[in-house]
């Protein structure tokens, strides 16, 4: 059986990693390009050119569906901390093996499939969908 402390280590671990992918997606620089793609919407004769509107708003798509994902990895982790606040207080070990479970399955399933799809997208793969043992 796993206990807190192992649980606290883990989930360390899990921070390390959700910041290393916020580093390899570079989200502060795509939450800066969504701010520039949405002011040129909002500037007059915007629809005039309708290629170069389609591909800002195809482009703010797509950095907006990165962020989404990313912003819900970070919100499992951030519940995975909250998790592990509750189990300290209620100090029962037998919650943090249910914990454990339930953060590798969530948090890293997601960071992971968060991870292909970008690397995919960026290599110019589409994917329709990812799925592995262990995902829901």
């Known amino acids: 059986?796993?206990?807190?402390?192992e649980l606290k280590a883990k989930l360390g671990g899990m921070k390390t990693a959700v910041d290393d992918l916020r580093d390899a997606l570079s989200i502060e620089a795509s939450e800066k390009r969504l701010a520039e793609l949405?002011?040129?919407?909002?500037?007059?004769?915007?629809?005039?050119?309708?290629?170069?509107?389609?591909?800002?708003?195809?482009?703010?798509?797509?950095?907006k569906n990165k962020l989404e994902r990313f912003g819900k990895l970070s919100t499992q982790y951030e519940e995975a901390e909250t998790l592990l606040l509750m189990i300290e207080e209620e100090n029962d070990p037998s919650l943090?093996?249910?914990?454990?479970?339930?953060?590798?399955?969530?948090?890293f399933c997601s960071a992971y499939k968060s991870l292909l799809v970008n690397f995919y997208h960026i290599v110019g793969v589409k994917t329709a969908s990812i799925s592995f043992y262990g995902s829901q």
Do not use: L
Not at 38 to 63: C, L, N, W
């Open 96 to 107: 943090a093996a249910a914990a454990d479970a339930s953060c590798q399955r969530q948090v």
């Open 1 to 5: 059986m796993i206990t807190i402390d």
């Open 38 to 63: 949405e002011h040129q919407m909002t500037m007059p004769g915007f629809y005039d050119d309708q290629a170069r509107s389609q591909k800002v708003i195809s482009e703010m798509g797509e950095v």
